[in-house]
């Protein structure tokens, strides 16, 4: 039995994962009707697997936003595993594709989705991302998940830059009942400064933290994000302990040209994916780890907060795949 196998039958039959489950299968809707339909098709056209018939997966692969180097190694192993396992049906070849992206995405690698949260002391989160990728939103409803789990939150306003940035983080603030630390027109790293001396007062547990989205000028924002670090370092040793990068998965392989990019500016641990019930092409999760190598720690799957979740590659899997 394949892993894919294993992923329906624990998720049909475990009822505590059906929530969540159900969040994964509703948010890949269009990802899975696109990519498992064109599946479909061109196993309707060539019963035997051919040349062509690779040659066609390749295209669809590459369509779904899973990345040309990604799509070339994956094609490149199922190829050699159609040999080796002398499969000639295209049908037979179905849970080996599955498998083979849960393989590429896993890579023997220990996976970490879980946020790393401080043996004592405030866990300070930096959220980065360009303008419009949802990083307000994002740090709302994971200030609504820390909350209901328990935590003590606080919200810090270190998008200076973007007017509205604050009245929106605020907003969020009274959404969530965090108290947000903020300062018109102040110098980031001074609103950060307060806020991250708020924290260590007033025993926060986590600390969450909007940045500017400016990518543009990278050789101010490289500036200003070390300058934050340094802050952030000296009031907390080894803070912050996540630097989480928002993405908008509806933009596609720029997203990942985004990833490439602040992996230059700074030391980022995680990935959010946001609006990825947005898309159809749901294969962008598997081109981010395997042309970045950061691990993706939230998917957005809708509107609620409910809806973004910590992201599980087999429920992922599940979701985009069910139907084959």
């Known amino acids: 039995m394949g892993f894919f196998s294993k992923f329906k039958n624990l998720f049909t039959s475990d009822t505590k994962q059906q929530e969540e489950v ?20 061109l196993n309707a056209r060539y019963k035997k697997i051919s040349p062509e018939y690779f040659d066609e997966l390749e295209e669809i692969l590459i369509m779904a936003d899973i990345g040309v180097n990604t799509v070339m190694e994956f094609i490149d192993k199922l190829k050699k595993r159609v040999k080796r396992e002398n499969i000639e049906d295209s049908e037979d070849l179905k849970e080996v594709i599955v498998d083979e992206m849960f393989i590429i995405y ?32 994002t740090i709302g409803k994971i200030a609504a998940k820390l909350k209901k789990e328990g935590k003590s939150v606080l919200l810090v306003a270190g998008d200076t830059f973007r007017a509205g940035a604050v009245e929106q983080l605020c907003e969020w603030g009274t959404k969530t009942d965090c108290e947000v630390v903020y300062k018109e027109n102040a110098d980031p ?36 994000l070390e300058k934050i670090n340094k802050v952030i370092g000296k009031l907390i040793p080894n803070a912050p302990h996540e630097t989480l990068l928002v993405i908008d998965a509806t933009t596609g392989q720029n997203g990942i040209s985004q990833a490439k990019e602040f992996q230059k500016i700074t030391d980022i641990t995680g990935i959010v994916l946001t609006k990825l019930d947005g898309t159809a ?14 691990p993706v720690k939230y ?5 609620t907060a409910n809806d973004l979740q910590v992201f599980d590659i087999e429920k992922y899997i599940y979701g985009l795949f069910k139907d084959m």
């Open 22 to 41: 159900e969040v994964y299968d509703k948010g890949l809707e269009k990802s899975r009707k696109e990519f498992v339909s064109k599946i479909s098709l």
């Open 281 to 294: 092409k749901g294969g962008i999760v598997l081109a981010i780890k395997s042309e970045v190598g950061i």
């Open 189 to 224: 790293a001074s609103v950060i400064y307060d806020g991250i001396n708020k924290s260590l007062t007033e025993n926060y547990d986590v600390v969450l933290i909007d940045t500017a989205g400016r990518l543009q000028n990278k050789t101010n924002l490289m500036n200003e």
């Open 299 to 303: 998917v957005g799957l809708g509107e």
């Open 106 to 137: 896993v890579d023997n690698a220990i996976m970490v989705n879980k946020i790393q949260y401080a043996e004592e002391g405030p866990t300070v989160i930096l959220f980065v991302g360009v303008n419009g990728v949802g990083k307000t939103t």
